[in-house]
């Protein structure tokens, strides 16, 4: 599915959103989850072909598979995060949205801070192998 596909999908639900939200707010809602979903779904997808370059770059450089792995768990937890919090603000319970916010960041906070240690054991062996 292309871009322009994506954002006629997401037009088309807001679209429906509104016309549903006069008459039954709880479908307007509905109608917003499902094309959500949707769209993360061909979001995946479109991950296949970061995977394959992520690869190759791996196969290119001599790079550590577990700071790579951090990485991409890190995208999916952004993506899935930005998802939910806007569902949840969608359906009026910002403070949900606020909360799942939080988690995230924390969660790639604790998920990242083990390779910036070793970028410190890094530096902090170079300059003691200077002096």
């Given at each position: 599915m292309s871009v322009i596909s994506v954002g006629l999908l997401g037009l088309l639900a807001v679209l429906?959103?509104?016309?549903?939200k006069a008459f039954c707010s709880e479908y307007a809602v509905y109608a917003a989850l499902?094309?959500?979903?949707i769209i993360a779904f061909y979001t995946v997808g479109r991950l296949e072909t970061?995977?394959?370059?992520?690869?190759?770059f791996m196969d290119a450089l001599p790079v550590d598979a577990?700071?790579?792995t951090t990485l991409l768990k890190m995208i999916g937890i952004t993506y899935t995060v930005q998802l939910c919090a806007g569902l949840c603000k969608d359906a009026g319970y910002s403070s949900i949205a606020g909360q799942i916010e939080s988690f995230g960041k924390l969660t790639v906070l604790s998920l990242g801070l083990p390779?910036?240690?070793s970028l410190l054991d890094t530096v902090r062996a170079f300059l003691y192998e200077g002096l």
């Open positions: 429906v959103a509104v016309q549903l499902a094309a959500g979903l970061v995977t394959a370059a992520v690869e190759q577990v700071y790579v390779a910036v240690l």
